[in-house]
Nanobody, 125 residues
């Protein structure tokens, strides 16, 4: 069973940057696509970004395009979300996610079936 542990959240001023990390264990990391979701207070969980098992084909929700970058290091079993030019509306709990099927990736939110416990990101002055 896969375990996902996020880190790197915190409080940042508008315009600032954060890098989230997600360490995976329990299975062969390089066989599975990865993604990031977020959930703001009072809102539904939202798909933010996804990446294929090989590290290509990054996709993003429109609201973060050009500001966020998803990447992965298969040697370290870790996926990252680099967040730049942060805005107050980016405030949310951010969740790492993974596909439950190996070598499966469409770039859509339904690819993902397992999530970590989340890390809080707060953008405020």
């Amino acid at each position: 069973q896969v375990q996902l542990v996020e880190s790197g959240g915190g409080l940042v001023q508008p315009g600032g940057s954060l890098r989230l990390s997600c360490a995976a264990s329990g299975r062969t990391f390089s066989m599975y696509s990865m993604g990031w979701f977020r959930q703001a207070p009072g809102k539904e969980r939202e798909f933010v970004a996804g990446i294929s098992w090989s590290g290509g084909s990054g996709v993003y929700v429109d609201s973060v395009k050009g500001r966020f970058t998803i990447s992965r290091d298969n040697a370290k079993n870790t996926v990252y979300l680099q967040m730049n030019s942060l805005k107050p509306e980016d405030t949310a709990v951010y969740y790492c996610a993974t596909s439950n099927l190996p070598y499966y990736y469409t770039g859509l939110s339904h690819d993902f079936g397992s999530w970590g416990q989340g890390t809080q990101v707060t953008v405020s002055s």
